[in-house]
T-cell receptor
Framework: AQSVTQPDIHITVSEGASLELRCNYSYGATPYLFWYVQSPGQGLQLLLK??????LVQGIKGFEAEFKRSQSSFNLRKPSVHWSDAAEYFCASNDYKLSFGAGTTVTVRA | EAGVAQSPRYKIIEKRQSVAFWCNPI?????LYWYQQILGQGPKLLIQ????????DSQLPKDRFSAERLKGVDSTLKIQPAKLEDSAVYLCASSFGQGWYFGPGTRLTVL
């Protein structure tokens, strides 16, 4: 069964700086990978997903992620962070069910 | 298109009491999921329905948790009796193809 690992529990970044969140997946035949964001008290919102094809995926809110099979990674990036990006971010994978990593909390400082 | 609806949004109970959560998925979505999200952790799948049949309930604590999906539409998740460690957000999701849609969740506090 496929699973994902998020190595960073908490990241603090300055507003306007770039952000990169790490996600590693265990090997699966066809990795379906996702990034979700959860703001305090809110539900999960899909940022982007990768099924196949172009390894650089564009998502909503200015986020992108790059699938690297050689590194078993699917890292999320944003060039310039806004204060509203402070939230919990979850990487997820699907083989026959959607499984989530433990999440990375992003704090944005002014 | 209406999203996944859940109620109640918040519930506070004492341990050993029972509680039930309700979920209405997006119309036409055959697959429905219940996830448990403990504070500081990622969501954990409790049970997955395909129409009104159970596909996966391997992570459901069946001695106290039960779930049903009558007529393949709405679903209820019940806990009886509740324990302190059941305090969490319970998320309902529905899917069509490779798209998952989550409800706002029910935050349960067990005192």
């Amino acid at each position: 069964a496929q699973s994902v690992t998020q190595p960073d529990i908490h990241i603090t970044v300055s507003e306007g700086a770039s952000l990169e969140l790490r996600c590693n997946y265990s090997y699966g035949a066809t990795p379906y990978l996702f990034w979700y964001v959860q703001s305090p008290g809110q539900g999960l919102q899909l940022l982007l997903k990768y099924f196949s094809g172009d390894t650089l995926v564009q998502g909503i809110k200015g986020f992108e992620a790059e699938f690297k099979r050689s590194q078993s990674s699917f890292n999320l990036r944003k060039p310039s962070v806004h204060w509203s990006d402070a939230a919990e971010y979850f990487c997820a994978s699907n083989d026959y069910k959607l499984s989530f990593g433990a999440g990375t909390t992003v704090t944005v400082r002014a | 298109e209406a999203g996944v609806a859940q109620s109640p949004r918040y519930k506070i109970i004492e341990k050993r009491q029972s509680v039930a959560f309700w979920c209405n998925p997006i119309s036409g979505h055959a697959t429905l999921y219940w996830y448990q999200q403990i504070l500081g952790q990622g969501p954990k799948l409790l049970i997955q329905f395909q129409n009104n049949g159970v596909v996966d309930d391997s992570q459901l604590p069946k001695d106290r948790f039960s779930a049903e999906r009558l007529k393949g539409v709405d679903s209820t998740l019940k806990i009886q009796p509740a324990k302190l460690e059941d305090s969490a957000v319970y998320l309902c999701a529905s899917s069509f193809g490779q798209g998952w849609y989550f409800g706002p969740g029910t935050r349960l506090t067990v005192l």
